[in-house]
């Protein structure tokens, strides 16, 4: 809770301080955040004073990452053969979001004094704040995994695939195209089929086998959402004579 004590004389919290900091805020503490999902509202707090008392704002700020690992499966019937499983992990290049501003202090027509609490002898403020959207957890699986997986993504996936296709599985998963090719299929010295798909075979599957295809084949899809949130304090005294700040970091649910 936010409490302002107007009348209440302000003590000097530590007068011997300022021979460490000079005048630099020589205190900020956020309290330790708890995991929360997108859409929760915490309660930021933080409590800071200057030695020469000084302090011109407060500010909140958030800022993140998330990294993302797929797994997908497919499972190909073959013509006189068993059913051949494919499987490929592809660890996403770590997406960050930018530190972003969630709220400053004083606002117009208020002053810091309003959050000095003499219990603590300092400035406090809390802050509700909820995690934005950016944060949400990717729960998607199977189909619908497919379906929202970012196309740079499934391209990467698909190429990976590639090159695990054998003859008999490209003539099953792509029935349109001549069983005999030798464009598509590689021929030893004697003329007959290795099985390996020749650089032609594997870019026609990277070309043609989109979305839907997949899906007609896909056992499981699956992904690991690891997204962790850093919120940050920063005090800053008058004339940008300097600032500290403190972090707190919690993962998303």
Known sequence: M???????????????????????????????????????????????????DDIESVSFHHMGFKLRE????????TQNGPTVELAVVHLEDSVKIAKTLIKSYPEAGQSLNDFYQTIENAYVIVHSFVV??????????????????????????????SLLFKRPTMISVFPEINPFSIVYFEIDGNGNYTGNLTAAGREYIQNNLDK?????????????????????????LVNEQGSTSSRRTFRAL
């Not at 000097?12 to 460490?20: E, I, M, R, T, V």
């Not at 797929?70 to 019937?77: L, R, T």
């Open 2 to 52: 936010v409490v302002g004590l107007w009348s209440c004389e302000k003590n000097d919290p530590l007068a011997d301080q300022g021979d460490l900091t000079g005048k630099i805020v020589p205190f900020n503490l956020l309290a330790q955040m708890p995991d929360a999902a997108a859409g929760d509202t915490l309660n930021l707090r933080t409590v800071t004073w200057a030695v020469n």
């Open 132 to 161: 934005p959207q950016v944060y949400k957890l990717n729960r998607e699986r199977n189909q619908e995994l497919i379906d929202v997986m970012p196309q740079a993504v499934f391209q990467t996936i698909v190429e990976k695939f």
């Open 212 to 236: 839907e295809r997949m899906k007609d084949f896909l056992k499981e899809a699956v992904v690991a959402d690891n997204t962790r949130v850093t919120i940050e304090s920063v005090s800053s």
């Open 70 to 77: 797929y797994e997908v499966k497919m499972a190909i019937p």
